[in-house]
Structure formats: structure tokens, C-alpha cells
Nanobody, 122 residues
Framework: QVQLVESGGGLVQSGGSLRLSCTAS????????MGWYRQAPGKQRELVAT???????NYADSVKGRFTISRDNAKNTVNLQMNSLKPEDTAVYYC????????????????WGQGTQVTVSS
């Protein structure tokens, strides 16, 4: 069992910043791909940003240049620094992790957090 807990969401004015954090607990050997997704009411869940074990990142076009994803493998955390926030960024943000649970594992398991609300006012 692996649990992901997000924190850092809240209400912020347009142009402001928030930093989301996701902390994992449970049986974990190594994270591979970790990322953030978001879902607004009535919309599909979409990728925001991901980061691989090698440190490569990718971002949705809508957040490029404004958001930065990072990870701390020692602490089993992934962060999302969100700057220059826009009302369009309002959504529930979900942490996702692809995890090797043991050294001998031949495949990864995937986990989701419960989500944290980000609301950007105009």
C-alpha cells in the first residue's frame, strides 16, 4: 500500500503563486514517473506536469513557463511551484506516482492522491 497526500492548495488571486506538495508513504523502493494532474468541474482530468526518475520534465502547454515540477526522492515528495496563476488554473490538483515498491519488482504500480483544491480569483 502506498498513499499520496497533497497539500498547499488554496485560494489565491490572479497573478499569485502557490506551491503544491505531495508526500508518499508506505512500501516504496523508488519512484519513477511522478506528476500532477488537474480536473475542473465538467472537464476531463488533464496532465499538468510530470518528472521522471532521470529528472526530465514535461508540461502542458497551458502552464509552460509558469509552473515548475520538482522531486525529492529521499523524502518521497513531488512539488509543483505555480506562478503567475490564472483563473483558468482553478481545479482540483491530483498527485500521481508510478512506483517500484521493491528492488526486485519487475513492473511499477500507479497511485493517486485525493486531490487538493486550487482556486484562482480574478
Amino acid at each position: 500500500q502506498v498513499q499520496l497526500v497533497e497539500s498547499g492548495g488554496g485560494l489565491v488571486q490572479s497573478g499569485g503563486s502557490l506551491r503544491l506538495s505531495c508526500t508518499a508513504s508506505g512500501s516504496i523502493f523508488r519512484f519513477t514517473v511522478m506528476g500532477w494532474y488537474r480536473q475542473a468541474p465538467g472537464k476531463q482530468r488533464e496532465l499538468v506536469a510530470t518528472i521522471t526518475s532521470g529528472g526530465s520534465t514535461n508540461y502542458a502547454d497551458s502552464v509552460k513557463g509558469r509552473f515548475t515540477i520538482s522531486r525529492d526522492n529521499a523524502k518521497n515528495t513531488v512539488n509543483l511551484q505555480m506562478n503567475s496563476l490564472k483563473p483558468e488554473d482553478t481545479a482540483v490538483y491530483y498527485c500521481n506516482a508510478d512506483v517500484f515498491r521493491t528492488l526486485a519488482a519487475w513492473r511499477t504500480d500507479n497511485y493517486w492522491g485525493q486531490g487538493t483544491q486550487v482556486t484562482v480569483s480574478s
